[in-house]
Structures are given as structure tokens and as C-alpha cells.
């Protein structure tokens, strides 16, 4: 049972660069989402997915984009890194309204400097 | 607009005492689901409870219990006789049926478990 599965756990992007986090799911969930979680916050939302080919921004989703071509992938972008988006990102799933679970993965600790 | 408040930033307590996190929520949605997950020092994210707002039934779980009340908009989470792998944060969510089930969280309460 792999569930939610984020890659790479940890990295360090320098100021300007891009990166792109993966995220993956075989529970063939249609609800997806990105979190992100600062020191001593809660999560807050970047973007979300109700299906494949649809997402939709979440609270905080400047200087993040993400695609849905697939029902398990789920990759968020960062174009242009700046040291505001050092933070641990947690992709999560769920089936959706009614079943609104959601399952994490283990996160990604990113770090820009 | 929907929120969770968890008022209390860091508790501590000695082993085998009981604790209560408070998490406060507010909504217009009648149909909702409120959730609590466990942060341990490791990182991740383990889910412990889902109530839906239909359904104030308490509900305990080993020596987890939870309180629901709708009249307050509360959801309370207590610990009875705690110990240190308890030390964790704690996170109360909600979620709402015409929000899409997106999940908006609190701020967490930082649990420690002293020996």
C-alpha cells in the first residue's frame, strides 16, 4: 500500500531557480491537493484538484503552478524559487466530497537560499 | 468563511496526566467533517479522527476520547493518561461539503509529554 508519495524528500534550491515536486497516488482518488506548512503553522492550501485536467488555486498559490494530466499525479511547480517558499509541502488525496479523508504523503522539506 | 482555531499554542504535562486540546471552528455549510491529525517530531501526518456534522456522538478510542458539540462549535480532543509518545502536534481540521472537502486547519498545539 504505497498511498500518497511525494518526491524528493529534501532539497535546496538556490534563489531564482525552478524545481518541480512529484506527487503520486495509487488509491485512484480524484481529489488532490498541495499543502504547505511554515514553522510552527498550520497547513495552508496552495492548489488543488478535483479530477484530471482540472485544478484550482487555494489560499496561497503565487509563485506555485501545477498540472493534472493523470488521476495519480499531481506535480507542483516553483518557476522562480525565493527564500518566502522555504517550507515542507504535503501532497494529500481524498475520493472527494462526501469522503473527505485525506491521506498525506510524508512531505517535502524544501529550503531556498 | 470558514476557520479552526486551536487557542493553545503549546501545552505540557507529566506522564499519566490527562490533557484537553481545544479546537474551535466556524462555518455556514450545514453539512461539514472535522477531523484531528497527529504530527509526531518525524514529520508526518497521521489522521486519528473524522466526525461528520451529523453525527455528536462522542467517541473514544483507547485513551482517546473526542467531544463534539455543535451548539459551542467545538471539537475537543483529550488524552487520558498521557505519555511521552504522545509529544507531538496536534492538528484540528475542517472540512466542508460545499467547499469541495477542502481542508482548513488550525494552527496546531505543540503536546510534551514530560517523564
Known amino acids: 500500500n504505497a498511498g500518497v508519495t511525494q518526491t524528493p524528500k529534501f532539497r535546496i534550491l538556490k534563489i531564482g531557480q525552478s524545481m518541480t515536486l512529484q506527487c503520486t497516488q495509487d488509491m485512484n482518488h480524484n481529489y488532490m491537493y498541495w499543502y504547505r506548512q511554515d514553522p510552527g503553522m498550520g497547513l495552508k492550501l496552495i492548489y488543488y484538484s478535483v479530477g484530471a485536467g482540472i485544478t484550482d488555486k487555494g489560499e496561497v498559490p503565487n509563485g506555485y503552478n501545477v498540472s493534472r494530466s493523470t488521476t495519480e499525479d499531481f506535480p507542483l511547480r516553483l518557476e522562480l524559487a525565493a527564500p518566502s517558499q522555504t517550507s515542507v509541502y504535503f501532497c494529500?488525496?481524498?475520493?472527494?466530497?462526501?469522503?473527505?479523508?485525506?491521506?498525506f504523503g510524508q512531505g517535502t522539506r524544501l529550503t531556498v537560499v | 468563511a470558514q476557520k479552526v482555531t486551536q487557542a493553545q499554542t503549546e501545552i505540557s504535562v507529566v506522564e499519566k496526566e490527562d490533557v484537553t486540546l481545544d479546537c474551535v471552528y466556524e462555518t455556514r455549510d450545514t453539512t461539514y467533517y472535522l477531523f484531528w491529525y497527529k504530527q509526531p517530531p518525524s514529520g508526518e501526518l497521521v489522521f486519528l479522527i473524522r466526525?461528520?456534522?451529523?453525527?455528536?456522538q462522542n467517541e473514544i478510542s483507547g485513551r482517546y476520547s473526542w467531544n463534539f458539540q455543535k451548539s459551542t462549535s467545538s471539537f475537543n480532543f483529550t488524552i487520558t493518561a498521557s505519555i511521552v509518545v504522545d509529544s507531538a502536534v496536534y492538528f484540528c481540521a475542517l472540512a466542508t461539503y460545499n467547499q469541495g472537502g477542502k481542508l482548513i486547519f488550525g494552527q496546531g498545539t505543540e503536546l510534551s509529554v514530560k517523564p
Open positions: 494529500a488525496s481524498s475520493e472527494g466530497r462526501k469522503n473527505t479523508e485525506a491521506f
Open positions: 466526525r461528520n456534522s451529523f453525527d455528536e
